[in-house]
């Protein structure tokens, strides 16, 4: 299925939802499906062949590799963003045969049962995107794509920390650089300087944990964007509220920062900066 087809589809979409057409055109409009369903086609093959093309380039390219890839918590590699706007193309492509075939509704348990490796999050995620085209609010049906390929941890994120999009990569390049000095510089360990550490609550939300020491070695410890203040707390109950997070080691803090640090950049598609970072990072990481 060609790009064309898929470009005209959503045109065709937002023309009648803008109210280019007539009244009686607008009144009688109903979402075309078929249109809907081929231009997700297209926009899955389009997808698939850059994924294809860079995979290949980055064969010849580590700095490339790494940003590719990344490593999950078993230690398999697997790819950023595409691997998961595929995943949610198809979701999507599933859901909207059925309307197509005049089932009953897809709700979160069939599509779990029908992708029993996707997260809740993108189940719903998918769910919401494909509502706008089926829903009376015709107006937001040209989003759908939008939808599909944003990343809702992502995002979820910057709003809970209240950072921009640019702050939050220099909290990442901040917390790899001090990690990766922790590890790889004796001195730098043994005078005991600046520490940070990715933490998470049970609830699976991160933050991070902070030491930094004076010239008289005492310790400040703090503990950001986890709504914690320890400034005026002793030791004993610092330690009282660390022991109930999980707190990554340096290396894996180190791993942690790159994954968010790419992951943030390549939601956007930001190449030029997206790149730059990744052979910064790869430089870094091989002392060149």
Not at 76 to 97: D, G, P, T
Request: net charge positive; charged share 25%.
């Amino acid at each position: 299925m060609s790009k064309v087809i898929f470009e005209k589809a959503l045109r065709d979409i937002t023309k009648t939802n803008q109210g280019n057409g007539s009244t009686e055109d607008q009144e009688r409009y109903t979402p075309n499906f078929h249109s809907i369903s081929r231009g997700i086609s297209a926009a899955e093959d389009n997808i698939s062949k850059t994924r294809a093309r860079l995979l290949k380039e980055a064969q010849a390219d580590p700095a490339l590799k790494l940003l590719l890839y990344r490593t999950t918590t078993e230690n398999k590699k697997v790819l950023r963003q595409w691997s998961e706007m595929l995943f949610r193309l198809s979701m999507a492509q599933f859901v909207i045969l059925k309307q197509l075939s005049k089932e009953k509704r897809v709700t979160p348990e069939m599509l779990e049962v029908q992708f029993p490796e996707a997260r809740l999050s993108s189940i719903r995620h998918v769910l919401k995107a494909v509502s706008f085209v089926v829903s009376d609010a015709l107006t937001e049906s040209n989003k759908i794509l939008k939808q599909l390929i944003e990343e809702p941890i992502r995002y979820e994120r910057l709003n809970r920390w209240l950072v921009t999009k640019n702050h939050y990569i220099d909290i990442m390049l901040r917390g790899f650089l001090t990690c990766h000095l922790t590890i790889s510089a004796p001195a730098y360990r043994q005078e005991n300087k600046d520490r940070w550490y990715a933490v998470h609550n049970k609830e699976g939300s991160y933050g991070i944990y902070k030491e930094k020491a004076d010239r008289t070695g005492l310790v400040t410890s703090t503990l950001e964007y986890l709504d914690t203040d320890l400034s005026d707390l002793n030791p004993t109950q610092i330690k009282a509220i660390m022991d109930e997070l999980t707190i990554l080691s340096p290396r894996e803090s180190m791993v942690w920062f790159i994954n968010e640090l790419f992951d943030c950049l390549m939601a956007d598609f930001d190449w030029d900066k997206t790149v730059y970072f990744a052979q910064f990072v790869y430089k870094t990481l091989c002392h060149i």
